[in-house]
């Protein structure tokens, strides 16, 4: 079955320093999300890629989808403690079917 | 406007026992989907309906079980619990099949 994998599992960052979280999918995929969930919370949607090559800014975060759409990034500019939390990619085969989660990435921020 | 809720937000069964979980999405959002988030991992899809018809299923055994209502409410029902049905139930909804889910606080499910 399809597969998506994430890495690293987990990033330990300074305040101020960058963030990138990279998602590979066995299988080329109709859409990519990301997502953000926080400690003891549940997961809140960020984004939706569809095009291929897409480029997507929201302040300090810039999400890629790959040209072959069985990749995406997630890169977190000067990172705040605001930005702690677990990453998740999620895949989309066809479109308006499930997702399927990567492992996600844990990220920390030490202020 | 409210968000996902679901119901209860916390729940202790006993092996062999069954639960029913509870879904009410977002007013105007014809989709919703079941997760089992088991503790350090993604979340795993189990169901997903729309317009109250089954879209999609998981790989989880046929004692998993969900339905949608015509008020677009959903339950999720698990017989048979057995230890390993201990996770996070997340149930998320979207207005349609093609944008992101918004997914409800979720339901913390305990089997001892």
């Known amino acids: 079955g399809q597969q998506v994998m994430q890495i690293p599992q987990y990033q330990h960052v300074q305040e101020g320093e960058d963030f990138t979280t990279y998602c590979n999918s066995s299988?080329?995929?109709?859409?990519i999300q990301w997502y953000k969930q926080r400690p003891g919370g549940h997961p809140v949607f960020l984004i939706q890629?569809?095009?291929?090559?897409e480029v997507k800014k929201q302040k300090r975060l810039t999400f890629q989808f790959g040209e072959a759409k069985k990749n995406s990034s997630l890169h977190i500019t000067a990172t705040q403690t605001t930005d702690v939390g677990t990453y998740f990619c999620?895949?989309?085969?066809?479109?308006?079917?499930?997702?399927?989660f990567g492992e996600g990435t844990q990220l920390t921020v030490n202020p | 406007d409210a968000g996902v809720t679901q119901s209860p937000t916390h729940l202790i069964k006993t092996r062999g026992q069954h639960v029913t979980l509870r879904c009410s999405p977002i007013?105007?959002?014809?989709?919703v989907s079941w997760y089992q988030q088991v503790l350090g991992q993604g979340p795993q899809f189990i169901f997903q309906?729309?317009?109250?018809?089954?879209?999609g299923r998981g790989n989880f055994p046929d004692r998993f079980s969900a339905r949608q209502f015509p008020n677009y409410s959903s339950e999720l029902n698990v017989n048979a619990l057995l230890l390993g049905d201990s996770a996070l139930y997340l149930c998320?909804?979207?207005?349609?099949?093609?944008?992101?889910?918004?997914f409800g606080s979720g339901t913390r499910l305990t089997v001892v």
């Open positions: 007013s105007g959002h014809k989709s």
């Open positions: 309906y729309y317009e109250k018809e089954e879209r």
């Open positions: 890629l569809v095009k291929s090559g």
């Open positions: 999620a895949g989309v085969v066809t479109s308006g079917s499930r997702l399927t």
């Open positions: 299988t080329t995929l109709s859409n």
């Open positions: 998320a909804s979207s207005q349609d099949l093609n944008y992101g889910f918004t």
